[in-house]
């Protein structure tokens, strides 16, 4: 039964529960998320130029985030396994922040859609990039984390206003 105000999470009692995708059309489903990290000049221009201790903090983000997207339903509560889920994680220097944006798609043929995973990989990769830096600037912000577009499924397409 459905709740009246469009709750899919909660029974009519409002309890937590799966939302049940069994007998939704399988259907290509795409969705591209992105934030961004803001840090001090020198912080970026030590990842640019390669001066961190840890390593390169873009490429190993970058992979971060594709295994973040991956553990999905593992990390959200009620979230769908998606098996067979293609994500994809690139991260850019923005010199006008500055910073780094993070941006990722998520691609699936399934019942379900594909947005968790795109924020997730998003929300990954950039805290894999604090993490890899925290010792040059605590003072990093993780800013922005939004949908920027999905594809497929019953409602349709949607865009941001990004």
């Known amino acids: 039964m459905v709740r009246k105000d ?3 999470h909660l029974d009519v009692d409002g309890r937590a529960r799966m939302v049940d995708v069994a007998h939704k059309e399988v259907t290509a ?48 509560p009620l979230c769908h396994a998606l098996p067979g889920a ?19 798609s998520a691609k699936i043929a399934g019942q379900t859609g594909v947005e968790m995973e795109a924020l997730t990989a998003v929300s990954v990769a950039l805290l894999t990039v604090y993490d890899m830096v925290k010792a040059i600037d605590r003072g990093m912000r993780i800013e922005g984390v939004r949908l920027v577009r999905k594809e497929g499924g019953a409602s349709g397409s949607w865009r941001g206003r990004d």
């Open 86 to 104: 293609s994500i994809d994680v690139q991260l850019e220097v923005d010199r006008n922040l500055p910073g780094i944006v993070a941006q990722a």
């Open 6 to 8: 469009g709750l899919t």
């Open 29 to 76: 489903r795409t969705a591209v998320a992105r934030g961004n990290i803001v840090m001090d000049t020198a912080t970026l221009d030590a990842i640019v130029n390669g001066r961190t201790a840890k390593g390169d903090p873009i490429q190993i983000a970058e992979l971060a985030g594709v295994m973040g997207g991956k553990q999905t339903a593992s990390l959200i």
